[in-house]
């Protein structure tokens, strides 16, 4: 798939010029009204939306999903793709929406029957939402079977372009490593690249295949990232059309890896670097 540097840096351009930046970084988290104003407009800006989201924070799942009614009752009719929903389970989420009287628990216990790594109560209004316009739900995850044999085999032993760039793979391998409270060294977060990268390419795949019809990504900031994440693999058209929407926390360093960045108030949580610390205790 062609990445060429310097067509990337002037689609940045193109698209920075043209869309609404609401970039809050240090500053006060924005009030409710403010944070919905911007999604809202963000969302409308473009008819590819690669949103964003911190996985446990319930604020911006509930913002998003009143970003994603007011756009769909203002007449739009996208795709809806989610991170949540491994490829594999795509023929079961298409016989549920077949179904005239089916629930977004039901959706969930067809796609994901062990209902593990997800709080799902966040995402059943986004489901909801789109059974209720008759939206396509379209599962965009690459299995953690599929990522393990990514980094065993190689990206092309699943159909992927194996040769990444290598800033995308610099930036991805620190995130690893971080991610992983220095608990692994930079050699394997490395190979741990080829997982990501896997789930980022097939989601650029299926915006493309959806792209005439509009569609909206809901995906961890991570790979909505336009620098280094699925914007990367899009193709050009298809990406002129896209925005990057980041949902970040007042702490975040990330704002201006994205078209447009929202800072809300940061979840409250436990130091996600405990159990790594614990796990290495003598």
């Not at 009204?33 to 963000?42: F, G, I, P, Q, R």
Request: glycine residues 8%.
């Amino acid at each position: 798939m062609p990445n060429p540097a310097r067509a990337f840096a002037a689609a940045v351009a193109r698209t920075a010029v043209a869309v609404l930046a609401v970039v809050c970084g240090a500053c006060a988290a924005p009030g409710a009204s403010t944070a919905d104003a911007a999604l809202a407009a963000a969302v409308r800006s473009r008819p590819i939306v690669l949103l964003g989201e911190i996985h446990d924070n319930a604020g911006q799942h509930a913002l998003r999903a009143r970003a994603l009614g007011a756009l769909l009752a203002g007449g739009a009719r996208p795709a809806i793709l989610m991170e949540q929903f491994d490829r594999e389970r795509q023929a079961d989420i298409d016989r549920v929406l077949a179904r005239p009287d089916a629930t977004a628990d039901d959706v969930i216990a067809a796609a994901a029957p062990a209902r593990a790594g997800w709080e799902w109560a966040y995402y059943k209004p986004l489901i909801a939402l789109a059974l209720r316009y008759r939206l396509p739900l379209v599962a965009v995850n690459v299995s953690r079977d599929d990522a393990r044999r990514a980094i065993r085999d190689g990206l092309p032993a699943l159909g992927f372009d194996g040769e990444v760039p290598a800033d995308i793979a610099a930036a991805q391998a620190a995130d690893i490593e971080a991610g992983h409270c220095g608990a692994i060294d930079r050699p394997t977060a490395g190979r741990m690249v080829a997982a990501q990268e896997a789930r980022d390419q097939f989601m650029a795949r299926q915006l493309a295949a959806h792209a005439s019809g509009g569609a909206v990504l809901l995906a961890g900031n991570g790979h909505v990232r336009r620098d280094v994440g699925v914007p990367r693999w899009l193709p050009t058209a298809v990406r002129e059309r896209s925005v990057s929407i980041g949902l970040l926390e007042p702490d975040s360093d990330m704002a201006g890896a994205f078209d447009v960045a929202i800072t809300t108030p940061a979840q409250p949580r436990p130091d996600p670097c405990e159990a790594f610390r614990a796990a290495s205790a003598p």
